[in-house]
């Protein structure tokens, strides 16, 4: 990251030639984003936005709107998000297979998140047929309809694939953890879950560490360690709280109401189930507006 940010010093001091201008800015949204480092992806956002905006023949203000689709779904601002996808899938449609793809996984997502399954499932489509491998998100949306053995071979031949980063298996190794969960394969889910813990070790950015503290604590309530899995959940909740991230952090009350219940702790259980439901009622509202 130390030297991503000399690299974007001499971008924004107009050192640079435009082509390299417009990589440097790429290079540091996707690194930003592969890390789940989204505050230094969103303080750097509208600087890269300013330079793309002039060059739009280039395909860089496409680039530039697919990773600020990805931004904005993760903060819940769902009507916006889809629009820059939308902008992004257009303007790219004729540069970029690869990246089009990409800009139609994040349609996906943000459907997803608006409950739309319909609507996600096309998007997904959409994205394969660009050679964008539509998981985690169409793995998790077969959870969503009920489809659990489906989901599961899917993230899994997902996490099979070779050559993958660990960066790469840390974007899939929470949906796994989730679906094996929901299967019932408590053991499974753990090892997931504690590959993800490790990779931790190395990159160590708040979204990472939340995930992983998520994935624990929803093998440990699936164990019957309800009391360490509390522990965990509460651990992700102040690190969805602190990067601002509401969806997740609602999906994880959810599971942190289900710990408390499992306690016998029915105020905190209900607390946090009614704080869980009216985030994820207000995403989805806005998303159909």
């Not at 600087?47 to 990773?67: F, K, L, Q, T």
């Not at 779904?73 to 820059?84: F, S």
Request: net charge negative.
């Amino acid at each position: 990251m130390a030297l991503i940010d000399d690299a974007m010093t001499a971008a924004t001091a107009g050192e640079l030639t435009p082509r390299t201008t417009g990589r440097t800015y790429c290079n540091m949204m996707s690194t930003c984003e592969r890390l789940g480092d989204f505050g230094r992806a969103a303080e750097w956002y509208d600087v890269a936005a300013r330079w793309h905006e002039p060059h739009a023949d280039s395909g860089y203000p496409g680039i530039c709107r697919v990773h600020r689709a990805g931004l904005l779904r993760l903060r819940g601002e769902l009507i916006e998000a889809e629009h820059e996808a939308r902008r992004a899938a257009e303007e790219l449609a004729d540069f970029l297979a690869d990246v089009t793809g990409e800009a139609y996984y994040e349609l996906g997502e943000i459907r997803l998140c608006m409950g739309d399954l319909s609507g996600a499932g096309g998007m997904f489509r959409e994205a394969h047929a660009r050679g964008r491998d539509p998981q985690p998100g169409l793995a998790l949306l077969r959870l969503a309809e009920g489809k659990t053995e489906v989901a599961r071979s899917m993230i899994e031949r997902a996490l099979n694939e070779p050559g993958l980063t660990e960066l790469e298996r840390a974007k899939l190794l929470p949906a796994l953890v989730e679906i094996r969960v929901v299967c019932g394969d408590i053991a499974a889910a753990a090892v997931g879950a504690s590959e993800l813990e490790t990779i931790t070790l190395t990159y160590t950015s708040p979204a990472l560490v939340a995930s992983a503290a998520l994935a624990q604590g929803r093998v440990e309530l699936a164990g019957g360690q309800s009391e360490q899995a509390v522990l965990n959940l509460r651990r992700a909740c102040r690190i969805w709280a602190e990067i601002d991230l509401p969806r997740e952090l609602a999906q994880t009350r959810l599971v942190l109401s289900r710990a408390y219940s499992a306690l016998g702790n029915t105020d905190e259980a209900e607390l946090e189930r009614r704080a869980a439901e009216t985030t994820m009622d207000r995403i989805t509202k806005v998303g159909q507006l």
